[in-house]
């Protein structure tokens, strides 16, 4: 025996191919989101060019439809189309989102789980109800109107000029949203509701296959109808309405607190010049991340899910033992508020879930590809120079669709990229986000 001692070997490591991968951290958002967007940006092209492509079809097709004899059937038409406008862009979001889950963590964790897998048409029909919600709860839509307006300018500015101007008649370029007779306008929004309703208690009940669907539409047309409807009272009776006692009355008490008060005005005045700011950088953002959380099956209109685990929570059972009527007063009263609020408040639960420092990283990325494109596009316009005349006419169209390309598929590669760290995050601690 030579007296020496065998060491035994090393213990062997598992194979590197059974490791599950680290989650990413919040400083590793950017990454992760540039990662998704390289994983799956084909589809995000295609989504994107398809919903372009429909939407300025429909455009187009108000444009032309809302000019010509039978003035009011006309304007019944126009209204019908812009709401597919609007409809449109609820699909587009939600497949975009749709189209990339797979490149997440999470949902290759409910795959390997065997968990149910929603698909595309699930998820529109689950989503996009909500999705309108909050689409006009927060006046998404105003931007499509205008769009639509202006293009219903350009494209019959001509006529105006030579046309009816030269004749004497009364030009209806830009009205094609706003000159629908109010008496139409209550009647077709009356039936929209009633069908909203009718394919709602579907939905809820899952009588119809797309009855989800169906209740966006209507709840979009009624909205539109209904706004038209509202919007012409308003303004025939503007002069009627200043002169009540109670406006009459809150007129004053303003001016004496802007009077009376030190500082009164000078506070307003700062905050209306800050708060554009605070929604663009965290309002709008925990709600395009509502959406993400919607098509990804976290739900996030729950009102009782933003105060589960505080004081509040406590508040909330005590309500829940109210008698129905108070329970559906306060519903009703307050449902404005929860449209516009109730989502972006839970968006920003899930947010936190993953930090405080995903959290900022998420507003603070939001905020850099906003104002990088913007930024971008004003470099290329540079760069490109404009020694012909007016040649920016001509590109300033493809030049938009190219920077709303980038802003739009990078939007959501980020609000995918949070969703799934938080989500992860969540899981690792035992709490699972799914439909």
Same mark, same amino acid.
């Given at each position: 025996?030579?007296?020496?001692?065998?060491?035994?070997?090393?213990?062997?490591?598992?194979?590197?191919?059974?490791?599950? =991968?680290?989650?990413?951290?919040?400083?590793?958002?950017? #990454?992760?989101?540039?990662?998704?967007?390289?994983?799956?940006?084909?589809?995000?092209?295609?989504?994107? *060019?398809?919903?372009?492509?429909?939407?300025?079809?429909?455009?187009?097709?108000?444009? @032309?439809?809302?000019? $010509?004899?039978?003035?009011?059937?006309? +304007?019944?038409?126009?209204?019908?189309?812009?709401?597919?406008?609007? +409809? /449109?862009?609820?699909?587009?979001?939600?497949?975009?989102?749709? *189209?990339?889950?797979?490149?997440?963590?999470?949902?290759?964790?409910?795959?390997?789980?065997?968990?149910?897998?929603?698909?595309?048409?699930?998820?529109? /029909?689950?989503?996009?109800?909500?999705?309108?919600?909050?689409?006009?709860?927060?006046?998404?839509?105003?931007?499509?109107?205008?769009?639509?307006?202006?293009?219903?300018?350009?494209?019959?500015?001509?006529?105006?000029?030579? *046309?009816?101007?030269?004749?004497?008649?009364?030009?209806?370029?830009?009205?094609?949203?706003?000159?629908?007779?109010?008496?139409?306008?209550?009647?077709?929004?009356?039936?929209?509701?009633?069908?909203?309703?009718?394919?709602?208690?579907?939905?809820?009940?899952?009588?119809?296959?797309?009855?989800?669907?169906?209740?966006?539409?209507? @709840?979009?047309?009624?909205?539109?109808? $209904? #706004? /038209?409807?509202?919007?012409?009272?308003?303004?025939?009776?503007?002069?009627?309405?200043?002169?009540?006692?109670? #406006?009459?009355?809150?007129?004053?008490?303003?001016?004496?607190?802007?009077?009376?008060?030190?500082?009164?005005?000078?506070?307003?005045?700062?905050?209306?010049?800050?708060?554009?700011?605070?929604?663009?950088?965290?309002?709008?953002?925990?709600?395009?991340?509502?959406?993400?959380?919607?098509?990804?099956?976290?739900?996030?209109?729950?009102?009782?899910?933003?105060?589960?685990?505080?004081?509040?929570?406590?508040?909330?059972?005590?309500?829940?033992?109210?008698? *129905?009527?108070?329970?559906?007063?306060?519903?009703?009263?307050?449902?404005?508020? !929860?449209?516009?609020?109730?989502?972006?408040?839970?968006?920003?639960?899930?947010?936190?879930?993953?930090?405080?420092?995903?959290?900022?990283?998420?507003?603070?990325?939001?905020?850099?590809?906003?104002?990088?494109?913007?930024?971008?596009? !004003?470099?290329?316009?540079?760069?490109? $120079? /404009?020694?012909?005349?007016?040649?920016?006419?001509?590109?300033?169209? =493809?030049?938009?669709?190219?920077?709303?390309?980038?802003?739009?598929?990078?939007?959501?590669?980020?609000?995918?990229?949070?969703?799934?760290?938080?989500?992860?995050?969540?899981?690792?601690?035992? @709490?699972?986000?799914?439909?």
């Amino acid at each position: 025996m030579s007296g020496t001692s065998v060491m035994p070997p090393p213990p062997s490591l598992p194979p590197a191919a059974g490791r599950t =991968p680290a989650t990413p951290t919040a400083y590793a958002l950017p #990454l992760h989101a540039l990662r998704i967007f390289g994983a799956c940006a084909i589809s995000l092209v295609l989504w994107f *060019s398809a919903g372009r492509a429909i939407r300025a079809a429909l455009m187009w097709a108000g444009a @032309e439809v809302s000019h $010509g004899d039978y003035r009011q059937v006309r +304007l019944v038409v126009t209204m019908l189309i812009f709401t597919l406008i609007v +409809l /449109n862009e609820l699909v587009v979001m939600v497949g975009m989102l749709h *189209s990339v889950r797979g490149a997440l963590r999470e949902i290759q964790a409910r795959r390997a789980g065997e968990e149910a897998d929603e698909g595309l048409f699930g998820a529109l /029909n689950r989503a996009t109800l909500i999705f309108a919600a909050i689409y006009m709860a927060w006046s998404f839509h105003v931007e499509d109107a205008r769009e639509f307006t202006a293009l219903d300018r350009t494209h019959h500015a001509g006529e105006d000029i030579f *046309s009816k101007a030269f004749a004497g008649e009364e030009t209806t370029t830009g009205t094609g949203l706003v000159g629908l007779d109010v008496r139409l306008s209550i009647a077709i929004a009356v039936v929209a509701y009633l069908l909203k309703v009718l394919f709602g208690w579907w939905h809820a009940n899952g009588k119809v296959k797309g009855s989800g669907m169906a209740t966006t539409f209507f @709840e979009l047309a009624f909205a539109f109808y $209904g #706004l /038209n409807a509202m919007g012409t009272l308003v303004s025939a009776r503007s002069d009627w309405l200043s002169s009540r006692t109670a #406006l009459a009355m809150a007129g004053d008490w303003i001016q004496q607190a802007e009077d009376g008060i030190p500082g009164w005005k000078a506070f307003w005045t700062a905050v209306g010049e800050v708060w554009p700011y605070v929604v663009s950088a965290l309002i709008e953002p925990l709600t395009w991340l509502t959406v993400a959380a919607l098509v990804y099956g976290a739900f996030a209109e729950d009102t009782r899910a933003v105060v589960r685990g505080t004081r509040l929570d406590a508040v909330a059972d005590r309500m829940e033992q109210t008698h *129905s009527l108070t329970r559906s007063t306060m519903t009703r009263a307050t449902t404005g508020f !929860q449209e516009r609020w109730v989502p972006p408040a839970n968006a920003f639960r899930l947010a936190v879930r993953g930090g405080a420092a995903l959290f900022g990283m998420f507003c603070l990325c939001y905020v850099l590809v906003q104002v990088g494109a913007d930024y971008a596009s !004003q470099g290329v316009k540079m760069l490109i $120079g /404009n020694e012909e005349p007016y040649i920016w006419v001509a590109l300033g169209a =493809p030049a938009g669709v190219v920077r709303d390309l980038l802003v739009k598929t990078l939007t959501v590669c980020l609000l995918a990229a949070t969703f799934d760290i938080a989500a992860t995050r969540s899981r690792e601690a035992g @709490e699972v986000l799914s439909a």
